[in-house]
């Protein structure tokens, strides 16, 4: 008896769950920055990918890495810009322009990076958590590349004044 019992609680909180509506991604919900930030012991250093996105529908991202103690930025290996427009919870990043570290060396000046040709559409899937502190991107992983692609990855919000180093 206490089985069903359980059994039906689950089913009754399973089918509350499918019935709760995802929240509708409201573009002035998404000005400012998002970082996500990890700590690379072997190089004793914070590796933190950075959005920004303004009220122009103009966003940029790049990869810095800066000294854990200071937070000091010493270096990029990435720095992307264009524009965006947000359809539902659907985020199409149209790239302008994108710098990319291409040497040896684990990051560089951001006069250090290389230009590429740009990727002309990306769209990844959003939603926030944490009375919208956090802003979880999700990305379509290609098949040649899943074993180190990261499909969802949680960004903190930051200031909401809007920061880049170009």
């Known amino acids: ?20 509506e995802e929240e509708l991604i409201e573009v002035q919900n998404l000005y400012g920055n998002w970082e996500n ?10 590796k933190v990918d950075t959005y920004g996105f303004d009220k122009t529908g103009r966003y940029y991202r790049y990869i810095s890495f800066k000294d854990p103690e200071s937070q000091q930025t010493i ?11 947000l359809e539902g919870n659907e985020l199409v990043l149209k790239e302008e322009s994108g710098l990319y570290n291409l040497g040896e060396d684990l990051y560089e ?22 009375s919208r502190q956090i802003l979880e991107i999700t990305k379509t992983c290609s098949p040649l590349l899943s074993s ?11 200031e909401y004044a809007l920061f880049s180093p170009q």
């Open 1 to 20: 008896m206490k089985k069903n019992h359980v059994f039906l609680m689950l089913s009754l909180f399973l089918l509350w769950m499918s019935c709760v």
């Open 37 to 46: 930030s990890f700590y690379l012991e072997n190089q004793d250093l914070n």
């Open 75 to 85: 270096g990029y290996s990435m720095y992307l810009k264009g524009n965006y427009t």
């Open 109 to 130: 000046d951001i006069d250090g990076l290389s230009e590429i040709d740009v990727v002309e559409n990306t769209t990844v899937s959003l939603a926030f958590k944490s």
């Open 148 to 158: 180190i692609c990261i499909p969802v990855t949680a960004y903190n919000r930051r």
